[in-house]
């Protein structure tokens, strides 16, 4: 499984409320991902990391922020949450395996937002 | 903009059936594509992946297969088993690092 850990696995919160999901790993990966999942949209990219400190914007990236202060932590957060926000949120990690990466990812968040 | 497709949405199967799933793509220049398993409420499960120099990769009673040209893949599983119950994503690595899934096939193997 790639040493990757989320917390929470389930939250419920209120709209308006500013929510912060983390995502651990072991391994000392250099990449990090969080999607979330959706019926009918599948994964989309929300941010990534590629170093502590060093992140950049992916698909549908409005409402979400994150940061990586060290190697093993990356948070995603939601400043303001709303209820389009309910989703199902995957953190992955990028592996070297010589010559390609190859993600793996971790057990995924339930996020609820009434 | 890269697009990928999976057909069908949903498939069931009577126990022991050979299957194929389909994953298609707007764009060829892709670095790999992926094929992960989701199990209800789990995370994904990484399968097979294919290097955009290959045309296919196997594992047990799983057949992984890419035309770059045509812009499709498709996952074969021999002999089916309700375990196999699942949902199957592929995914196209379109540029370093960035990754692109489709919707997913919703697999049901009856017993």
């Known amino acids: 499984d790639a040493g990757i850990t989320q917390s929470p696995r389930h939250k419920v919160t209120e709209t308006g409320t500013p929510v912060t999901l983390r995502c651990h790993q072991t391994e000392n990966h250099r990449y990090m991902y969080w999607y979330r999942q959706d019926p009918g949209h599948g994964l989309r990219l929300i941010h990534y990391s590629y170093g502590v400190k060093d992140t950049d914007k992916g698909e549908v990236s409005d409402g979400y922020s994150v940061s990586r202060s060290k190697t093993e932590d990356f948070l995603l957060t939601l400043e303001s949450a709303t209820s389009s926000q309910t989703s199902v949120y995957f953190c992955?990690?990028?592996?070297?395996?010589?010559?390609?990466?190859?993600?793996?990812f971790g057990p995924g968040t339930r996020l609820t937002v009434l | 903009k890269q697009e990928v497709t999976q057909i069908p949405a949903a498939l069931s199967v009577p126990e022991g059936e050979n299957l194929v799933l389909n994953c298609s793509f707007t764009?060829?220049?892709?670095?790999?594509l992926q094929w992960f398993r989701q199990d209800p409420g789990k995370g994904l499960t990484s399968l097979l992946l294919?290097?955009?120099?290959?045309r296919e990769q196997t594992s047990g009673r799983l057949n992984a297969s890419l035309d770059k040209s045509s812009g499709r893949s498709t996952l074969y599983i021999a002999a089916s088993q309700p375990g196999d119950s699942a949902t199957y994503l592929c995914?196209?690595?379109?540029?370093?690092?960035?990754?692109?899934f489709g919707p997913g096939t919703s697999l049901s193997v009856i017993p």
């Open positions: 294919i290097q955009s120099s290959q």
């Open positions: 995914a196209v690595e379109t540029s370093y690092d960035k990754v692109i």
């Open positions: 992955a990690i990028s592996e070297w395996r010589d010559p390609y990466n190859e993600q793996f």
């Open positions: 764009d060829s220049a892709i670095y790999n």
